[in-house]
């Protein structure tokens, strides 16, 4: 429960930026306002599973994001990762949807939704979101998309598939072999071995 006087120091916070606000109007800048609390709100949802606490902070901190800026797709895409990680699937991918059809050239919008779509059994629609994402063609996208979807691949048994993507995600970036095996070391952490293997594999060839 120590959790609770983060979120007590927060509330407190909010109280002073209301009454600088009441000062100083033109001070505030909504948008900024927006990516610091998407920000905030993502680091502890990256902390989730270690306290229920994180998730409400994670939340809250979201939604004030979304009220500073909701038309703002990177918050959308915080707001639709959030929704994911909680088990609210249909939210999430109203919002993916929204995003990608909103911004079709958002090349880490389609990543994510591709993830989604993975993590949902749906391995033929996110072979698409992960494909738009890679044929954007700009560079950390693309990584991203030929990344996620080998690993989408091989958790789906297309080995040949994977096989592929892994070979042109380290033709296109060497560096990307280092992620590669520290996602390997968390799936052998988490018990995967035939998964973990194979990473460790592709990652020495």
């Known amino acids: 429960m120590r959790l609770i006087s983060k979120t007590v120091i927060i509330f407190s916070c909010l109280v002073m930026l209301s009454a600088c606000q009441t000062k100083k109007q033109h001070d505030f800048d909504p948008e900024a306002a927006a990516l610091a609390r998407m920000k905030l709100g993502l680091g502890y949802?990256?902390?989730?599973?270690?306290?229920?606490?994180?998730?409400?902070?994670?939340?809250?901190?979201?939604?004030?994001?979304?009220?500073?800026?909701?038309?703002?797709?990177?918050?959308?895409?915080?707001m639709a990762m959030f929704d994911q990680h909680v088990g609210e699937y249909q939210e999430a991918e109203m919002l993916y949807k929204r995003i990608t059809t909103l911004n079709p050239g958002d090349g880490l919008a389609q990543v994510h939704y591709g993830g989604f779509l993975c993590a949902r059994n749906r391995y033929?629609?996110?072979?698409?979101?992960?494909?738009?994402?890679?044929?954007l063609d700009r560079h950390q996208w693309k990584a991203d998309g030929l990344e996620q979807y080998g690993y989408c691949a091989i958790q789906?048994?297309?080995?040949?598939?994977?096989?592929?993507?892994?070979?042109?995600?380290?033709?296109?970036?060497?560096?990307?072999?280092?992620?590669?095996?520290?996602?390997?070391?968390m799936y052998q952490q988490k018990g995967a071995d035939q998964i973990a293997t194979y990473l460790f594999s592709i990652v020495q060839k």
Do not use: W
């Open 156 to 185: 789906n048994g297309d080995k040949q598939r994977a096989d592929q993507l892994f070979q042109q995600l380290f033709t296109y970036d060497a560096a990307r072999r280092d992620s590669v095996l520290k996602v390997a070391n």
């Open 124 to 135: 033929t629609e996110a072979q698409k979101a992960f494909q738009q994402s890679i044929d």
């Open 45 to 78: 949802l990256a902390h989730a599973d270690e306290s229920e606490d994180n998730i409400k902070l994670a939340h809250y901190n979201l939604q004030l994001a979304a009220k500073y800026s909701p038309n703002n797709p990177k918050i959308m895409l915080a």
